[in-house]
Nanobody
């Protein structure tokens, strides 16, 4: 069983930055494509960024140019650097494999962008 623990969320003003981290209980990042997902109130969960085991990345159009996903396989950690944050980025952020595995969902980390 793999546990994924997200951290780094918080309250930030529009235009601000946050760095999210996702730590895995065991080594899976060298095997799977990893992604950051988010779910805003009343909306479906969406994939916003992904990274392959060799470092190729992909982004949703809504975050492209503002968010950067990275991974450290040795630390079993995936990161999401979020810059130029907007109120519409407010959501609970989760990491998981791509495609997602139901038993890998963690509790997520809340990101709130508000003045």
């Amino acid at each position: 069983q793999v546990q994924l623990v997200e951290s780094g969320g918080g309250l930030v003003q529009p235009g601000g930055s946050l760095r999210l981290s996702c730590a895995a209980s065991r080594s899976i990042f060298s095997i799977y494509v990893m992604g950051w997902y988010r779910q805003a109130p009343g909306k479906q969960r969406e994939l916003v960024a992904s990274i392959t085991n060799v470092g190729n990345t992909n982004y949703a159009s809504s975050v492209k140019g503002r968010f950067t996903i990275s991974r450290d396989n040795a630390k079993n950690t995936v990161y999401l650097q979020m810059n130029s944050l907007k109120p519409e980025d407010t959501a609970v952020y989760y990491c998981n494999t791509v495609p997602s595995r139901g038993n890998y969902w963690g509790q997520g980390t809340q990101v709130t962008v508000s003045s």
